[in-house]
């Protein structure tokens, strides 16, 4: 046994200093970033927000949205090879700078990446996503997608240390993605003690990438704007959202009326509700590590949208980044024991 003494960090444990700035108005401020990628050959301009893959969150009906506003959408990987036909039919080309397809890591998953990106090659994104990105058959399957979807843009992930991202990119990533525990819906921490605090992971996992000329995604844990602010103050380079995208027109799953308020369901890809429905159940040697909620239908996800763009526009005023992509240059964190007011919530 052994103990790491140095604190970590969540985004609850920090605010960020507000600095002298030159802009005048958040309309001068740009949240497009270009990217360049470690192994695939594509130039991408965008927003780096992304829907996460959850079947809650990464629809088709989401997708169509937030690509409007050049924001991506990891499609979850359970729809058929029909759907996805019908999805793509009237799309542009540009439509596709804005999705990712996922995948797991098993031969079935295999054999349906193959399928998807064989019928729609204009494809560029592929998320590689298992709960646990530590294995050898997890890294195994990120040299075989390399070889195997070479002119894509590979995400791979969870993992929340150094060490993993190098050997994620070394095998053939060009995104890694980090989160351990943090999300809305997740339980690991509490199944099995594992974890990382989330701006503690970004930080490290954001120096040992750019180090390599790879990127990651934050994934998980931003309950409200201020922390997506924060994840890209500590160096993410995209973040993904679960929960605050939850609960929309463009969510899935059906709304909810009891007694006069309206509800969607909202859950966990390893929650007992996702296995039932896609996997016909949880396997005895497994515990669920994910929860189910309802949470208050919130209307068309547009407005969340600017909502959150709004304030992340606003942070870089704050800190006097003209573009988001000096956000982290000009952050400094202060370690704090408070954050907002909680008096009228
Ligand atoms: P959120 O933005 O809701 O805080 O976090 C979203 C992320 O939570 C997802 O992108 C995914 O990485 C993670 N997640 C989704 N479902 C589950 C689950 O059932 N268990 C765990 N451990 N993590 C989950």
């Known amino acids: 046994m052994r103990i790491e003494n140095e604190i ?4 609850k444990d920090v605010m960020i200093r507000p600095k002298r700035s030159t802009l005048k108005s958040r309309s001068e401020v740009s949240l497009q970033r270009e990217f360049k990628f470690k192994h695939s050959n594509h130039l991408w301009k965008g927003i780096p927000i992304i829907a996460a893959n959850m079947d ?19 499609i979850h990987k359970h729809y058929s090879i029909e759907n996805w036909r019908n999805f793509l039919a009237d799309k542009p080309d540009s439509f596709y700078n804005y999705i990712a397809v996922s995948t797991g890591t098993s031969k079935q998953d295999a054999e349906k990446l193959k399928e998807i990106t064989d019928s729609f090659p204009k494809i560029k994104f592929i998320c590689i996503d298992v709960a646990n990105g530590y294995s050898e058959h997890f890294v195994d399957f990120v040299k ?3 070889d195997n979807f070479n002119d894509k843009i590979i995400m791979a992930g969870n993992v929340v240390t150094g060490e993993m991202v190098e050997e994620l990119l070394i095998a053939g990533a060009d995104i890694v993605k980090v989160g351990i525990g943090p999300g809305s819906v997740c339980t690991t921490r509490i199944k099995t003690g594992v974890g990382y605090p989330q701006l503690s992971a970004i930080i490290e996992c954001a120096d040992a990438a ?3 000329s790879g990127q990651i995604i934050s994934d998980g844990g931003c309950k409200i704007p201020g922390d997506i602010a924060k994840a890209f103050g500590g160096g993410a380079d995209f973040v993904m959202l ?3 995208l939850a609960g929309h027109t463009e969510s899935g799953g059906e709304i909810v009326t009891r007694n006069g308020e309206k509800f969607k369901a909202f859950y966990g890809m390893s929650s007992e509700t996702a296995m039932k429905k896609h996997a016909g159940g949880v396997a005895d040697y497994r515990a669920s590590e994910g929860k189910t909620v309802e949470i208050p239908y919130r209307g068309d996800v547009v407005y969340t949208v600017q909502d959150m763009l709004g304030g992340l526009r606003s942070t870089c005023t704050y800190v006097g980044a003209a573009r988001l992509k000096e956000l982290t240059k000009r952050t400094t964190f202060i370690r704090v024991q408070e954050q907002h007011n909680e008096i009228f919530s």
């Open 8 to 11: 970590k960090l969540g985004f």
């Open 56 to 74: 809650t969150v990464g629809t088709f009906e989401m997708a169509t949205v937030l690509a409007e506003h050049q924001l991506i959408t990891a």
């Open 144 to 146: 075989y997608a390399r």
């Open 210 to 212: 750019h180090g390599l």
């Open 242 to 244: 679960g929960g605050m």
